[in-house]
């Protein structure tokens, strides 16, 4: 049974803003406190963990893989779950669990127990968390905004998140200059705090439960049509293959590249943070300008380019490990770099799976999806610790850089390279 898309009449005319749409603008209010939050935790995880704790490499990645491996972990049944259950309690739920989760860590700093071991337990508690909170949070938004306004929403979410993400760690390295960097936890469990009240106001239209009457199927046969969909889908298949071998580069250069920074090169917090600002600001303006390149050369050939750009955006990492007088300066070409070609390309892809996919399958299909992509990454994150306790942290940098060169590759031999934008046979 296909679920209805939601039936707005201000999201109707594709000329009206998404952000005029109430439950729309609830939502992107919500995650909006939802990724200040992420983006302050993940800065003051690794100055916790590497100058406080005194973590070694290894463990570093292993808070990595524990901070990503939800979706290894529960991806799969999760998907399935959320395609019956409503997908409002489901956010609810999740940010309650990560508001308890970030507030442990001030508690346990103030009574002096703080331990690597409890930071381990956080990042699982957070990544569990957030598998039900993304894959519900991309599963709802066709109920709230017609499907070929979810591209648009999908761009203002990308929006308002990389202008948090330019804001946060600047902000963050600052306020470490006078309170230790567990306190800043208390800031990330208010704003999860403060999505429930927003996310309690919305009222998508077409989120219900399963119904009695529906008759019951296998669990496991709903997992396998989420992934029968995800992989016969010619676009969903490349997109897929793409960003799982990307991931795993990613996830080498970001466990090792705050001990590369921290630890080996010795930059203070607050130049910690003004490096991921300059990353954050250069994914502002590629989300500023990128929708409108989607809709003049289209979305397939955007997705391409800011594709191919990625692995060469990422080179000046593990250079910076080779010419360290100017480690500094290469690593603000590479956030700036990275940041500008990762956005790009989340942009350009924006909205491609939902009118690709079924709703009725959004959730399972999503899931799917996120359990290779996004699980790639801890395990990437994992192959870096292992290579920088055999070697050095450079090397990992050098080989999270190869890494990413794979998926260009699959560009180049993708049929997909002939289309500008997404044929009309696709789309369901």
Known sequence: MTLPSADVSASADETVEVLKVPDFRLLWAANGFRYAASEVAGFALPLT????????????SLIFVCSRAGFL?????????????????????????YAVAFGSVPAAYFLHVLTVAQLLVVALLVSLAGVFFDVAHSSVLPYVLPRRRVSDGNARLQTSETTLQAVSPSVAGALTQSVAAPVLYCFAAVCHLTSVVLLRRIRPDGDIARGKGEPERKFRREIADGIG???????????LHQAALNNIGAGIILAMLPVFLLKEIGVAPWQFGLLSTLGALAGLAASLVAPRFRRRFGEIRMTLVFSALAPVAVLAAPL???????????????????????VGRSVSTAGLRARVTPNAYMGRVTAAYSV????????GALAGGLIANQWSTGTALWAGGLAMGVPLVLLLLSPLRRYRTLPAEWEV
């Not at 969909?229 to 997109?239: D, G, K, M």
């Not at 010419?323 to 070609?341: D, K, N, Q, S």
């Not at 290779?372 to 395990?379: I, K, N, R, S, Y």
């Open 372 to 379: 290779v992509v996004q699980g790639a990454t801890p395990l």
């Open 49 to 60: 963990a590497l100058l406080l704790l005194h973590a070694p490499p290894l463990m570093m």
């Open 229 to 239: 969909i995800l992989f016969r889908q010619p676009l969903l298949r490349l997109l």
């Open 320 to 342: 910076a490990g080779v010419f360290r007088e100017i480690a500094v300066p290469l690593i603000a070409l590479a956030e700036i770099l990275i940041g500008f070609a990762i």
């Open 73 to 97: 972990v529960m991806g799969l049944p999760a998907g399935v779950w959320i395609d019956r259950w409503r997908k409002k309690p489901v956010l609810i739920w999740a940010d309650v669990v």
